[in-house]
């Protein structure tokens, strides 16, 4: 039977417990299936024996993604690449956390950093460049998704940069760029990732996030034909039947009838979706500063005491508002907070009901709330070809 490689690439610290005694950490790893993440628990002990835990857990981990099985009902063993490499470098990784741990025991955890919460198995250069050119492509990859999950996105952008070079059409690759550039807030530039991955992957999930950076860019008649083609793969999708109804509500359409529908076949997954991936924002505003409230105002219309209580929610993502982190300024939409208030009283999001004061606003503070824009033409992502290769260089 074939032995299946298994090749490390990273692991991370999520945390630990005093109480029990107890460290999970997440580590990353690729192999002829392709990347993948995981996590380990496992209680506190001596290094060795922390070693011999975390890569008894690996290889259980690892039998299990691997499908091939022979005659007898045995799974295929798996082989982990430079294992002595490895098992010293776990070592010298895990002492270190432990030694940390029993510091912040002793201080009873008042000592909150933690040196060495990460290592990058491939960090050396004499280490990464001996590898093929699939090596080197997870090994980026993995850089640009650790950085990622640290909120990192331009540096994860130049790692995932640099994996493309090895395999541009690689999807998981796009949808990780994709992702970053949209983070970072450059809409246009992460759309043709997201069609590759899209193409490459066919799912609805894919379909579901190209459609997602349309209405980012605003090409709300784009992100319809993607929901639409949703719909004809699956017609009871659920992200299919939310995605017309984000629609609906973006152009201004009545959209409450197609959320009840999906309030009567799933009013868990609805408020869920609503609360955490709804996109409130009205096209027309984001650039025009005269038409938006400041957080006084904006408090004060939805009856909290402080604007301190408002801009917390906001920061959260519980409230939708535009802030520009170079001024350090925050401002609101009456249009979006209007119906970010209906749909959080219609489907009881909060478990509480919301209503809005306009008696404690001035005339002034209405006009600008009341205030029309006209909705800008939506930019098409892919007006050009020219426009994609430069995006995609």
Same mark, same amino acid.
């Given at each position: 039977m ?11 610290l ?11 950490i997440?580590?990353s790893?690729?192999?002829r299936l392709?990347?993948g ?12 024996i ?5 890569l008894?857990n ?16 045995n799974?295929?063993p798996v082989?982990?690449?430079n294992?002595?490499?490895?098992k010293?470098k ?15 025991k002793r201080?009873?955890?008042k000592v ?6 990460s290592?990058d198995?491939?960090y ?5 460049e ?13 850089r ?7 909120d ?6 130049? $790692?995932?940069?640099?994996? +493309?070079?090895? /395999?541009p059409d690689?999807? #998981?690759?796009?949808k !990780?760029?994709a992702q970053?550039l ?6 246009n530039?992460?759309?043709p ?5 899209a193409?490459?992957?066919k799912s609805?999930n894919s ?6 950076a ?5 090409d709300?008649?784009a992100?319809a ?10 017609p ?11 629609i609906a509500?973006?152009k201004?359409?009545s ?7 999906i ?13 955490n991936?709804?996109?409130?924002k ?15 105002t ?6 909290y $005491?402080?604007?301190?209580? +408002?801009?917390? /929610?906001?920061?959260?993502d #519980?409230?939708?508002? !535009?802030?520009?982190p170079?001024?350090?300024?925050i ?9 970010w208030?209906?749909?959080q ?5 909060d ?9 404690r ?10 205030a029309?824009v006209?909705?800008k033409k ?8 020219e426009?994609e ?5």
């Amino acid at each position: 039977m074939e032995i299946e490689e298994l090749h490390l690439l990273s692991v991370y610290l999520k945390k630990w417990s005093y109480q029990d005694n107890r460290i999970s950490i997440s580590y990353s790893y690729y192999s002829r299936l392709g990347y993948g993440r995981n996590m380990v628990d496992m209680r506190i002990n001596s290094p060795q024996i922390m070693v011999t835990d975390f890569l008894s857990n690996v290889y259980y981990k690892s039998k299990e993604l691997f499908g091939s099985i022979d005659e007898n009902g045995n799974k295929s063993p798996v082989k982990l690449s430079n294992e002595s490499e490895v098992k010293r470098k776990l070592h010298m990784y895990l002492s270190k956390i432990l030694k940390e741990f029993n510091a912040n025991k002793r201080t009873h955890g008042k000592v909150r950093m933690i040196s060495s919460r990460s290592m990058d198995f491939y960090y050396n250069d004499f280490e990464y460049e001996p590898l093929d050119e699939e090596g080197k492509f997870y090994v980026h990859m993995n850089r640009g998704v650790n950085k990622m999950n640290g909120d990192l996105w331009s540096a994860a952008i130049e $790692d995932l940069k640099i994996a +493309l070079q090895f /395999r541009p059409d690689d999807p #998981e690759a796009n949808k !990780y760029m994709a992702q970053a550039l949209l983070k970072s807030n450059q809409l246009n530039e992460s759309i043709p990732y997201y069609k590759k991955y899209a193409l490459a992957e066919k799912s609805l999930n894919s379909l579901n996030e190209l459609a997602h950076a349309y209405i980012k860019v605003e090409d709300y008649d784009a992100a319809a034909d993607l929901y639409k083609e949703m719909a004809k793969i699956d017609p009871d999708n659920l992200l299919a039947k939310i995605g017309q109804a984000q629609i609906a509500y973006l152009k201004g359409k009545s959209y409450t009838k197609l959320l009840d529908k999906i309030n009567e076949i799933d009013e868990d997954w609805l408020r869920e979706y609503l609360k955490n991936q709804w996109e409130y924002k009205l096209a027309g505003y984001s650039e025009d500063e005269s038409k938006m409230w400041n957080a006084a105002t904006a408090a004060r219309y939805l009856g909290y $005491d402080r604007p301190f209580d +408002l801009t917390k /929610r906001a920061f959260n993502d #519980e409230i939708p508002c !535009y802030f520009d982190p170079e001024r350090g300024t925050i401002r609101f939409v009456k249009a979006e907070l209007d119906k970010w208030v209906e749909i959080q009283n219609r489907y009881h999001l909060d478990g509480v009901d919301y209503k809005v004061h306009e008696d404690r606003l001035t005339d002034a503070e209405k006009k600008i709330g009341n205030a029309k824009v006209t909705r800008k033409k939506a930019k098409k992502a892919d007006e050009s070809q020219e426009k994609e290769e430069q995006a995609m260089a």
